[in-house]
């Protein structure tokens, strides 16, 4: 009976709560309610983990009835406590609420990705040099694919990065008016290191599902003899070191330490925070 009154209370709650903000609440979520009223609105996003670990968070073999932990992802809007153990609904749910108009503290986790992006921009652009950005990335060149994200969302873009693995061949969308506007391919290579016809010809080859309008190679490089021609005849844009360059300079003319506004996590954002092992899970 008490379990049943219980889930009774709960479905009145979520109703409540629908009516007010105009989001439906998934399933799996629970909704409480409190005499405070929190606004804005914020959350905390928890990851599930191994009852017992190794150092980098992956399952520790040596230990007997090991599982993995669940803890609750807790959103805060209004007197509305929203209790999940998904943080990919809750995530989701946050991105609903703001987009209906309501307004949601960044995440702990958004902070860091728009404290990572300001970083990309922390050094003066004076004096920049191809050098200067190989150095700066070439520990992790998924950040070079980010600071490019950044410089299209600075010429008016809506930039979605794709996952380190599986990007499906290329590493950003662009977006312009709501429409896909093209798909670009980021390359971090040494000046030495030119870019081939098989990198021309794998974006061209990602295209086919696209049919985006636009395909650009960014570079801080140059191309080949073969993938220029390869690249003219298929409509790909080339946009080799010293056109990165001057599109940078372009930028930093106008605004030397952009602002990264509202950086929403995305899918790949949070894998990164799952363990390496979590898909072992399910399989």
């Known amino acids: 009976m ?6 009774w209370q709960n479905t009145e709650r979520k109703k409540r709560f ?20 929190v606004s804005p609105g914020r959350f905390v996003l928890r990851f599930p983990y191994w009852k017992h670990a190794k150092a980098d968070g992956t399952k520790d073999r040596r230990k007997k009835e090991n599982e993995m932990i669940y803890p609750e992802s ?12 998904q943080p990919a609904l809750l995530l989701r749910l946050a991105k609903q609420l703001r987009a209906q108009g309501w307004e ?7 902070r860091e990705k728009a404290r990572r992006r300001r970083e990309e921009w922390s050094e003066s652009f004076a004096d ?3 050098q200067k950005l190989i150095r700066r990335f070439e520990r992790d060149p998924i950040r070079f694919e980010t600071y490019c994200a950044t410089l299209f969302e600075k010429l008016g873009y809506t930039v979605t990065q794709t996952p380190a693995s599986n990007d499906g061949g ?4 662009l977006e312009r008016d709501g429409a896909l506007f093209g798909l670009v391919e980021c ?4 000046p030495s290191s030119k870019i081939s016809r098989p990198v021309v010809q794998k974006l061209v080859g990602a295209n086919e599902l696209f049919q985006a309008p636009h395909l650009l190679i960014v570079t801080t490089s140059s191309f080949t003899k073969e993938a220029a021609s390869f690249a003219r005849c298929t409509h790909v844009q080339m946009v080799d070191g010293q056109a990165l ?16 506004g509202v950086v929403e996590l995305e899918a790949e954002d949070l894998r990164r925070c799952f363990p390496l092992d979590f898909e072992e899970v399910f399989q």
């Open 2 to 7: 008490a379990g049943w009154i219980e889930n």
């Open 18 to 37: 629908e009516t007010i903000y105009g989001v439906e609440l998934p399933d799996e979520c629970r909704a409480q309610e409190s005499g405070r009223v």
């Open 74 to 85: 807790v959103l805060w809007i209004g007197s509305f406590r929203i209790i999940c153990e």
């Open 104 to 110: 949601i503290d960044l995440c702990k986790e958004e």
């Open 128 to 130: 920049i040099t191809l």
């Open 170 to 173: 290329f590493d950003l969308r």
């Open 187 to 190: 390359k971090l290579y040494q």
């Open 245 to 260: 360059l001057a599109l940078i300079e372009s930028i930093a003319q106008k605004e030397e330490v952009p602002d990264p």
